[in-house]
């Protein structure tokens, strides 16, 4: 294992994996083709399988721009990232899905530059792209429908989506990194909520580019227990972010009548005294203030049309499969109506 330089540099680039030998191996690759930038790569495996492990070694080894952590077990999303993040000291975090990879080689640099220009900047989400067809990722997009049309654009955003994003590590650092106990699901917008407390923004950039090869291989799937991550963790974040059991009754009520609809009502029955016991484990809640609801309101809300309208759109919308995209929700966990309380 190679660690990260001991002076400065501009990125640590993060893949997480499990398994899915070829794509993380193409993954890597990727990364380590940037240019115009200086950046240390940290490949964190979560216990691939030893055939895979042993590829995805060999895709680093003899590198002095890159490490492999085999952890043997698996973290999830959030502490994966958490733990990968702790490895550099980069002034940007770059985080890259294992079966992603960089539009082209100077993505990375675009990435950094896109921080380095606006001082305010915590975060920057890209746009993803179908590997295969170069369309947008429909499953992977986290923002509201409305802005699907401005997906080549620019424009500030409350969270970003997983599969390709840079973070400022001194925003990182004051945020306090993911939330742990997510594992799974909504864990970029628990963490853009608390960094836009802390006054940093958040911004998409459709011209910082990630190809995404929506396979279904080795995803959690609605009908194992994604829904329940949904559902669970929204409530959660809810509840620590200041928001009543019984204010939050109507979005849990939306949850159940989609997961009746869907054949998931035992997730969705699970999820609620799961979140409740998080929020309990979670201390005291923290409201978010009037800053950031106008922030939400304005970037979001704003955008997501009328009651009726998200009613018909996030509680009747389809539930988007891994490699099935559609443009009622996003897979990963980052709409059904984000700044709503």
Known sequence: MTAAPAGAYDADVIILALDRAEETEQAIASALAQTGCSFHLHVLDQGSRPEALHRIAAAVRDRDDASLIALGHNLGVAGGRNRASALGHGRVIVALDNDAEFADPATLARAVAALDEDPALGAVGFRILVHASGADDLSSWGYPAALLT????????????????????????????????????????????????????????????????????????????????????????????????????????????????????????????????????????????????????????????????????????????????????????????????
Not at 154 to 163: E, L, N, P, R, S
Not at 190 to 212: E, K, N, Q, S, T
Not at 230 to 254: D, E, M, Q
């Open 150 to 341: 401005r997906a080549a654009e620019i424009f500030d955003a409350v969270t970003f989506v997983g599969a390709g994003h840079a973070i400022r590590r001194t925003a990182w650092d004051a945020a306090g990194g993911y939330d742990d106990a997510l594992f799974f699901c909504w864990e970029e917008f628990d963490f853009c909520l608390r960094a836009i407390a802390l006054g940093w923004h958040i911004r998409y950039r459709g011209d910082i580019v990630v190809r995404h090869k929506v396979s279904p291989d080795a995803r959690v799937s609605w009908s194992a227990t994604r829904w329940f991550y949904f559902v669970r963790n929204r409530l959660y974040i809810g509840r620590k972010t200041g928001a009543g059991w019984a204010s939050l009754a109507p979005r849990y009520a939306g949850y159940l009548l989609k997961g009746l609809r869907h054949g998931l009502l035992g997730q969705t029955m699970r999820a609620l005294p799961a979140a409740m016991r998080l929020a309990a484990a979670a201390g005291p809640p923290r409201p978010l203030s009037p800053v950031v609801r106008a922030y939400l309101r304005r970037n979001d809300l704003a955008h997501r049309g009328s009651p009726l309208a998200r009613l018909r759109n996030e509680v009747f919308g389809r539930l988007s499969q891994p490699g099935r995209p559609n443009r009622s929700r996003s897979s990963n966990g980052n709409t059904a109506g984000l700044s709503s309380r």
